[in-house]
């Protein structure tokens, strides 16, 4: 099992940027793909990015394509969600989430992402 710790968020103006961390422990972080969602009030919860356990593929839902970037960094067991430009729609809480499959080569089944952080509330303002 992967304990995750969400870390980063908070209130911005439209237009401006934030960047999440999430900090896992309990299994090798290396080796499995790591994603982000959000889920806004009286919403269903949503996948935004995902990244493989290399961190050679990235995948990014079309609402935030070319606004977010994620990454990750092996030796820090930490993956970050970089988010600019930001706009009043992206106001959720985000969680990240951690495959439960090892060395996947391919973007995880939403279902696949087992172990979940707490969330953290990122708010943007217009």
């Known amino acids: 099992q992967v304990q995750l710790v969400e870390s980063g968020g908070g209130l911005v103006q439209a237009g401006g940027s934030l960047r999440l961390s999430c900090a896992a422990s309990?299994?090798?972080?290396?080796?499995?793909?790591m994603g982000w969602f959000r889920q806004a009030p009286g919403k269903e919860r949503w996948f935004v990015a995902a990244i493989s356990w290399s961190g050679g593929k990235r995948y990014y839902a079309d609402s935030v394509k070319g606004r977010f970037t994620i990454s990750r960094d092996n030796a820090k067991n930490t993956v970050y969600l970089q988010m600019d430009s930001l706009k009043p729609e992206d106001t959720a809480v985000y969680y990240c989430?951690?495959?439960?499959?090892?060395?996947?080569?391919?973007?995880?089944?939403?279902?696949?992402?087992?172990?979940w952080g707490q969330g953290t509330q990122v708010t943007v303002s217009s």
């Open positions: 989430a951690a495959d439960r499959v090892d060395y996947r080569d391919h973007l995880p089944p939403s279902a696949d992402f087992t172990s």
């Open positions: 309990g299994r090798a972080f290396g080796s499995y793909a």
